[in-house]
């Protein structure tokens, strides 16, 4: 059973362009969350989602942030015109629907904004 | 505000040492759960404690929880050099769903070899 993937791993863009970072959740698996790690920091929360639904997304930033998850496919977190401050790690992770209480992490896209 | 946070923020041990991680949290919890992070990687779920239960083992982790105190300790016996990692407490909302979790700052450990 393979585990969350993410891709791509390593994203470089220079300011003013788009960033598209893509999770697969594990098999089975109905719900998916994006974090944000900046250097030396925790995880913060950004946004949950379940198939073609978005349930929290509190943590996403007003502007310049989407997220989806549609019936088919990879979820995808979408960084539109993106600038120095969104250079980050960004880490998604899925839960299954009869557990939710454990989140399973992939390895995480390391963006760099130029 | 911090829900979690833990201390020390570093913390430097020899090679079969034991290793005592602290959280600290401000808000009623579900439960708390430790997850380990290598450097350049994602996070791996070490162990998940409920708010009914004090303690709990898994291998060579002992986790604590002190409800009153709002704090949990993680220990590591007989340290290896492959557990030097980031080691972060983590707590879910206490309604509604398990949907997001809130992380500490970390604790960064390193294990002499």
Redesign the interface.
């Known amino acids: 059973n393979a585990g ?1 993937m993410q891709n791509p791993r390593h994203l470089v863009r220079r300011r003013g362009q788009e960033a598209r970072l893509r999770c697969s959740p594990m098999k089975g698996h109905s719900h998916v ?1 994006w ?1 944000r790690q900046l250097p ?6 950004m946004v ?1 989602l379940q198939k073609e639904n978005i ?2 997304e ?2 996403m930033p007003k502007e310049r942030f989407s997220a989806e998850f549609p019936k088919e496919g990879p979820s995808i977190l979408r960084i539109q015109q993106v600038v120095r401050g969104d250079s980050a790690a960004y ?1 998604c ?1 899925s ?1 299954p629907l009869n557990k ?9 896209t ?1 963006l760099l904004v130029l | 505000s911090q829900q ?1 946070e833990e201390d020390p923020q570093a913390l430097s041990i020899q090679e079969g040492e034991n290793a005592t991680m602290n959280c600290s949290y401000k808000t009623s919890i579900n ?1 708390l ?1 430790w ?1 380990r992070q290598n450097s ?6 070490l162990i ?1 404690i409920r708010s009914n239960e004090r303690e709990k083992h898994s291998g060579r982790l002992r986790v604590t929880l002190d409800t009153s105190k709002k704090s949990s300790s993680l220990l590591i016996t007989a340290s290896r050099a492959a557990d030097t990692a980031s080691y ?1 407490c ?1 707590t ?1 909302p206490i309604t509604g ?10 604790i960064t450990l390193s294990v002499r070899p």
């Not at chain 2, 350049?40 to 779920?45: A, D, F």
């Not at chain 2, 398990?98 to 970390?106: E, Q, V």
């Open positions: 969350v969350y974090y030396e920091e925790g995880l913060k929360f949950y349930i929290d509190s943590g880490f992770a839960s939710q209480e454990t989140q399973y992490f992939g390895p995480g390391r | 979690g439960n759960q997850y350049g990687r994602g996070l791996v779920h998940l972060f983590a879910p769903a398990n949907s997001k979790l809130t992380f500490g700052k970390g």
